[in-house]
């Protein structure tokens, strides 16, 4: 009998696994007891905002091993983190403040400048950093980065943002927006991803599946997106046990729960999980609970006949086949995770070193070659537009384009025509996406099925009872049936949906 788990909202208070001895970070600087070493950790901070903002680096990538170099740790680490990801998760809201307090338009202004502001109004409207340090630490920033001459119209903006912040100005512009414009603005979202998720909460309600998909709950979502997730851990079955992992998490320091959406999952306060001995020894990783329960589902749905032969089609960066090969092995099944991608197969060849039931292969998923008999499992977890994720990659959010979607929802298909054709007769596809956007995921999945005529929705109600504790189920899984849809303001997870597919 499992533990008791945490609700939905982690606290280390509801954990069992809670030693209390720290509290959750993020957003709790004070001032008068610690600042931070400005010239080396906003100079290293903008550094990585600066890389983000003009070569469409990844801030999760850059950070942590610029920390590590730079020897910056504790709470100058913490502040840098938080610095970081809060300035990405509200940066369309800083860019409209800027607009609103400046004679020149953010298009105009230099690149360096306008990473600068961004920090500046973070630690101004939503960081514990008093106003005299958060402005002139911008405006001695500006003059090393950028120019003596821009030092003032920094100094302008910054002062100009908290007198309409603290007038409640800027509220009243806030207000005098219309409702679309508002919610895109103060949560920093493109109105075309709102959309989107919109059609997807109204989708699945249709479908069944008992959430709420009012204003309310799609105002929850955006909310929840500009939160600091928490860090997910999975012990690998058969490499460690979660109870030992869980040791070795509070024995760093940190707070600990279990998860509410995997057996092997494991919630934890921060901390840095490359220092765990486990997950440098891939026996343990980093894993989203959501991507958990999606590669539990591809390995554990019941199956008829033959279950030795498993694939794993677009295997990168490799939590899930590295779940998926863990429990394959306690049964005698070896997996073929595939990634066509060098950079990512690499990852995978990490997450899978500790267990010798994987063959890792790079190929093109789309044409991937047919086997003998088939395979008995596919995993198609495709590419998609990350919309499930911007808690964790905020950045992304910019950077998707509503318009690549035709292109995106042709390569998922085309994928998933390949795992039908490589899936052998009474064998089952997990189709996922770490998107909930209706067209890369039910309308896609509906469309192949009726066009082939060989595969055919399973029920996932079932199952669920065997991975997760009925008293411990979040209100309204998400599943409608014969399809997840997992939520970040509902379940704590990314946004991932997933399918399982029986092939006639």
């Known amino acids: 009998m499992r533990p008791d788990r945490p609700s939905k909202e982690y606290s280390p208070r509801n954990s069992p696994r809670s030693n209390q001895r720290k509290k959750r970070g993020g957003n709790r600087f004070e001032p008068e007891e610690w600042r931070p070493q400005t010239d080396r950790v906003r100079t290293l901070v903008f550094q990585v905002l600066l890389a983000v903002e003009t070569k469409d680096a990844y801030a999760n990538l850059l950070l942590p091993p610029r920390l590590t170099r730079a020897h910056i740790a504790?709470?100058?680490?913490g502040f840098a983190t938080e610095l970081t990801y809060g300035t990405l998760r509200s940066q369309g809201f800083y860019d409209w403040i800027i607009d609103e307090c400046s004679t020149r338009?953010?298009?105009?202004?230099?690149?360096?400048?306008?990473?600068?502001?961004?920090?500046?109004?973070h630690q101004l409207l939503n960081m514990r950093v008093p106003t005299h340090a958060a402005v002139s630490e911008s405006v001695n920033l500006t003059k090393q980065e950028a120019n003596e001459g821009a030092a003032g119209l920094v100094n302008g903006v910054l002062r100009q943002a908290v007198r309409l912040a603290d007038s409640g100005e800027l509220e009243s512009r806030l207000d005098a927006l219309n409702a679309s414009r508002r919610l895109a603005i103060e949560y920093s979202h493109p109105a075309w991803i709102i959309a989107a998720y919109r059609a997807a909460l109204s989708e699945h309600a249709k479908l069944g599946a008992q959430i709420p998909s009012d204003a309310d709950s799609l105002t929850a979502l955006l909310a929840e997106n500009n939160r600091a997730p928490y860090i997910n851990l999975v012990a690998r079955p058969g490499l460690v046990d979660r109870e030992e992992l869980a040791d070795a998490v509070e024995d760093m320091g940190q707070d600990v729960a279990y998860s509410t959406?995997?057996?092997?999952?494991?919630?934890?306060?921060?901390?840095?999980?490359?220092?765990?001995?486990e997950v440098?020894?891939?026996r343990a990783g980093v894993e989203d609970q959501g991507s958990q329960l999606v590669a539990a589902l591809a390995a554990t749905y019941p199956l008829e006949g033959s279950d030795q032969n498993w694939l794993d089609l677009c295997a990168g960066p490799g939590g899930k086949a590295?779940?998926?090969a863990a429990l394959g092995r306690q049964r005698g099944a070896q997996l073929v995770?595939?990634?066509i991608s060098p950079h990512r197969a690499k990852l995978v060849e990490d997450s899978v070193q500790a267990l010798d039931n994987v063959q890792v292969t790079q190929k093109d998923g789309t044409q991937f070659p047919l086997r003998e008999g088939g395979y008995d499992r596919v995993l198609v977890d495709a590419p998609c537009t990350g919309l499930g994720a911007l808690r964790r990659h905020p950045?992304?959010?910019?950077?998707?384009?509503?318009?690549?979607?035709?292109?995106?929802?042709?390569?998922?298909?085309?994928?998933?025509n390949r795992a039908l054709d490589v899936c052998?007769?009474?064998?089952?596809?997990?189709?996922?996406?770490?998107?909930?956007?209706p067209a890369e995921t039910t309308f896609l999945v509906e469309r192949v099925l009726k066009a082939r005529g060989d595969g055919q929705l399973q029920e996932l109600t079932p199952v669920w009872e065997q991975l997760i504790d009925a008293d411990a189920w979040p209100q309204g899984l998400g599943c409608a049936d014969k399809y997840l849809q997992l939520w970040p303001h509902i379940h704590a997870s990314d946004a991932m949906f997933a399918a399982v597919i029986s092939k006639n």
């Open 74 to 77: 504790g709470r100058d680490a």
């Open 105 to 121: 338009p953010v298009a105009a202004l230099e690149k360096e400048v306008l990473v600068i502001l961004r920090m500046g109004l």
């Open 261 to 277: 959406l995997s057996p092997w999952g494991l919630i934890v306060s921060g901390g840095d999980p490359a220092s765990l001995e």
């Open 280 to 282: 440098r020894q891939a």
């Open 322 to 324: 590295a779940l998926m």
């Open 337 to 339: 995770a595939n990634e």
């Open 395 to 416: 950045e992304s959010r910019y950077r998707a384009r509503n318009e690549t979607i035709p292109d995106i929802t042709d390569l998922q298909e085309r994928l998933l």
């Open 424 to 437: 052998r007769p009474g064998g089952l596809v997990i189709y996922a996406t770490c998107s909930p956007h």
